[in-house]
C-alpha cells in the first residue's frame, strides 16, 4: 500500500483523557515510516465532509505535549451520523488528501463509521487502513477490559458521590435523602463507581440503581425507607438509563438521537433524579437534594488520572504501529494482565464486533438484590480509579457540665 498520508477525527462526547489519545497518535506518526503526514479533522466526520482539515504534523512539539492534559476535544466534535449518501463524499475527501490512513477516537458508532468508510473504501478498490482508538466514559465498548476515560469519570463520580454524602449526612436535619444521577445510558459502570469512597456502612452512598437491572418502584421505596431509618438520611446514585421491567426509562424520555439513544434530559420531568426524588417526596413527605452533573465527568481534567492519562496516550501510539505494520478494521484494546500489581498491554477487536455490541456490567458485579455493587466490582475498579480521600470524624464525647 502506498504510504500516503494519515487523517485522526474525534467524535461524540470527550473524556478527560482524549487529547492524550491524539497527543499519543500525533507523536507516533511522526516516527511512522509509512505515513507521510498527519491531518486532523475539524469537527469530526461532519467537517470532515467539507474540507476542514488541518495539519497535525506542523503543530509544535510543545502544544503536543500539553495535549496531554488538555481537557475535552481539541479538534472539536461531533456525532453526525454517516449515512450511505455520505460514503462517496468522505472517499473524495480521502482521494483529494491522499488518505491512506484513518483513526477516529470514540465509542461504538465511531467504530461504526470506521467499519463502513473502510468497508467503502474498498469496494471502490481504494487501499484505506482504518483504526480505532477506544473512548467513552460508560465504559461499554466491547473487546476491552476498560476504555481510556472510565477510569477519570469514575474517579470524578466517587469523590463527587463520597463529598455530597457527606454534606447530606450533616445536613440530614434539613434535607433527608439526595439523589446522584450518573450519565451512562445503558451500562452502570459509572453509577457502580460512586461507591469507591464508601468506607463505612453509614457512609455514602446507601444504594445505587443500574440499568442492568430492572428498576421496581415499590422496592425503591421500601430500600429508601429502610436506609433512611437506620442512617437518619440515604444517599442514592442512579444510572441515567435505568427502566421498568416494560422497558420504559424512569426519565419518561422518549426523545431519541440521530443514533436512536435515548437522550436522558437534565431538567424537570425528563430527569431520572428528579423523578425519583418526587417518588420519595410523595411518599414520605420528606426534603431532598438531587445532582445532576451531565458533561462534568467528561472534561474534568483537575480530577483525571495520572494512569489514564498514560493509557490514553498508549492507546495513541498503538494505533499508528498496528497502521504501520497493516492492520485495518480493528480497535485498539486494553487488556488487564494483572490486578496487584496493576498492568495492562494493548489488544486488539475487530470493529464489526465492537460497532454492534456494547459492554454492560456482569451480572456478578452487583449484588443479588441489585442495589448496590458487589466486591467484584470493587476488585475491577480500583486499580482503575487509585486511593480516594478520607476525611476527619469528630469522637462523638459529650461536654460534661
Request: hydrophobic share 40%; charged share 25%; proline share 5%.
Amino acid at each position: 500500500m502506498s504510504h500516503g498520508n494519515a487523517i485522526i477525527g474525534q467524535s461524540g462526547g470527550p473524556t478527560s483523557v482524549i487529547n492524550s489519545s491524539l497527543a499519543g497518535v500525533i507523536d507516533a506518526a511522526r516516527n511512522a515510516k509509512r505515513l507521510d503526514r498527519l491531518f486532523g479533522m475539524r469537527w469530526g466526520i461532519e467537517g470532515f465532509l467539507v474540507g476542514d482539515v488541518i495539519d497535525l504534523s506542523a503543530q509544535p512539539q510543545e502544544t503536543v505535549d500539553r495535549l496531554r492534559e488538555t481537557p475535552s476535544s481539541a479538534l472539536g466534535s461531533s456525532r453526525h451520523k454517516v449515512t450511505d449518501d455520505d460514503l462517496p463524499k468522505i472517499l473524495d475527501r480521502l482521494k483529494e488528501f491522499d488518505i491512506r490512513t484513518i483513526f477516529l477516537i470514540g465509542g461504538n458508532d465511531t467504530m461504526d463509521t470506521i467499519h463502513r468508510v473502510t468497508d467503502c473504501a474498498a469496494g471502490q478498490g481504494y487501499a484505506l487502513r482504518g483504526v480505532g482508538v477506544p473512548k467513552t466514559v460508560d465504559n461499554d465498548l466491547y473487546g476491552t477490559d476498560h476504555t481510556p476515560g472510565y477510569p477519570s469519570a469514575a474517579r470524578y463520580t466517587a469523590l463527587s458521590v463520597q463529598q455530597a454524602g457527606r454534606l447530606a449526612r450533616d445536613m440530614q436535619k434539613v434535607d433527608s435523602f439526595v439523589i446522584y444521577q450518573s450519565i451512562g445510558r445503558d451500562a452502570g459502570w459509572l453509577a457502580a463507581a460512586g461507591a469507591l469512597g464508601k468506607a463505612s456502612e453509614a457512609d455514602a452512598p446507601h444504594l445505587i440503581y443500574t440499568p442492568e437491572r430492572v428498576f421496581d418502584a415499590e422496592k425503591f421505596l421500601a430500600d429508601v425507607d429502610a436506609c433512611h431509618t437506620k442512617h437518619g438520611f440515604v444517599s442514592i446514585v442512579c444510572g441515567e438509563g435505568i427502566h421498568y421491567a416494560d422497558g420504559t426509562p424512569v426519565s419518561a424520555s422518549q426523545t431519541q438521537d440521530k443514533f436512536a439513544n435515548i437522550e436522558f434530559g437534565a431538567m424537570g420531568g425528563s430527569s431520572v433524579a428528579f423523578n425519583l426524588h418526587k417518588m420519595i417526596t410523595a411518599t414520605f413527605g420528606w426534603r431532598g437534594e438531587f445532582q445532576i452533573t451531565e458533561s462534568l465527568p467528561m472534561c474534568a481534567i483537575d480530577r483525571a488520572v495520572p494512569q489514564d492519562l498514560d493509557e490514553a496516550y498508549l492507546c495513541g501510539q498503538a494505533a499508528v504501529r498496528l497502521a504501520e505494520e497493516g492492520r485495518s478494521g480493528v480497535m485498539v484494546t486494553l487488556v488487564r494482565k494483572s490486578d496487584a500489581p496493576y498492568r495492562i498491554a494493548t489488544g486488539t477487536a475487530p470493529l464489526s464486533d465492537v460497532a454492534v455490541r456494547a459492554k454492560p456490567m456482569p451480572e456478578d458485579f452487583l449484588n443479588e438484590t441489585g442495589n448496590f455493587p458487589s466486591e467484584a466490582f470493587f476488585e475491577y475498579a480500583r486499580p482503575l480509579v487509585g486511593e480516594l480521600p478520607s476525611y476527619a470524624e469528630l469522637l462523638n464525647r459529650p461536654a460534661k457540665r
